[in-house]
């Protein structure tokens, strides 16, 4: 068995299963900052935050140390978020990312890892405020 299929056998066997929870809390000084650095001063963002803010609060991804040892550089594959409430000020925040999916493509340079993965961010009252779904590509 290849190094490359042995990698992507690994990561498979990891498909559905939760990575570690990251918690944090929706601070009104973290989403003021986000929303100018993207430049949207919409004056709603005082009360709860842009739909794109839970990247800066929680990772989108996992760090996969096996993937690691496939190619040697990253490729943003987009990510494609679900809503399903408002993230307010005050709420606290739970990410929870799992690998969805692992395949290997053939290239024009070479062969490529994909990794799609989802994360869940989910309020403080249990409920599942958005779901980011997210393609890696390691080459």
């Known amino acids: 068995m290849s190094t490359t299929t042995s990698v992507v056998d ?34 709603r963002w005082s009360k709860e935050a842009p739909p794109t803010f839970l990247v800066a609060l929680a990772p989108a991804s996992l760090h996969l140390a096996e993937a690691e040892e496939y190619g040697k550089g990253w490729l943003n594959g987009g990510n494609r978020f679900e809503y399903f409430a408002p993230v307010r ?20 340079t070479g062969n490529l890892l994909f990794i799609i993965f989802e994360t869940d961010y989910v309020n403080q009252s249990g409920e599942l405020v958005a779901r980011l779904r997210g393609t890696a590509i390691r080459r």
Do not use: C, Q, W
Not at 27 to 34: I, L
């Open 10 to 43: 690994r990561l498979r066997a990891r498909i559905g299963v939760d990575g570690s929870a990251i918690t944090a809390p929706v601070e009104a000084g973290h989403v003021k900052r986000f929303a100018e650095a993207i430049g949207d001063p919409n004056p």
């Open 89 to 108: 000020i005050g709420d606290t925040i739970t990410a929870t990312g799992r690998v969805a999916d692992a395949y290997e493509k053939p290239g024009s």
